[in-house]
């Protein structure tokens, strides 16, 4: 019912920046929050950054103030544009919808995108 298509992953050396975007399209009434997720390999998924439609956003302690997450409401759109890089960055990257689907009272439903991966090099 909501497809997301993420963009941006990719090679880059420490201390580097890429930014990731991630388009939601379907049945949308709104869109509650938008986020992302990342996986290293053997770790655990953890959550990086989320924001709401209001322009709220939270962050993991590892990554305050070198990546920053922002919404397009009009576009139905989530980037999260990440500075200085580090090796412990890399991962694959996950956003994720929360949206209302359909009408006002239609259900509020989590989709995720295909994930994109970011490599950090030492």
């Known amino acids: 019912q909501v497809q997301l298509v993420e963009s941006g992953g990719g090679l880059v050396q420490a201390g580097g920046s890429l930014r990731l975007s991630c388009a939601a399209s379907?049945?949308?009434?709104?869109?509650?929050?938008m986020g992302w997720y990342r996986q290293a390999p053997e770790k655990q998924r953890e959550l990086v950054a989320t924001?709401?439609?209001?322009?709220?956003?939270n962050y993991v302690d590892s990554v305050k103030g070198r990546f920053t997450i922002s919404i397009d409401n009009a576009k139905n759109t989530v980037s999260l544009q990440m500075n200085s890089l580090k090796p412990e960055d890399t991962a694959v990257y996950y956003c994720?919808?929360?949206?209302?689907?359909?009408?006002?009272?239609?259900?509020?439903?989590?989709?995720w995108g295909q994930g994109t991966q970011v490599t950090v090099s030492s």
């Open positions: 994720y919808a929360d949206a209302r689907i359909g009408t006002m009272r239609g259900p509020l439903l989590r989709s």
């Open positions: 379907g049945i949308i009434f709104y869109i509650n929050d």
């Open positions: 924001i709401n439609s209001g322009g709220n956003a």
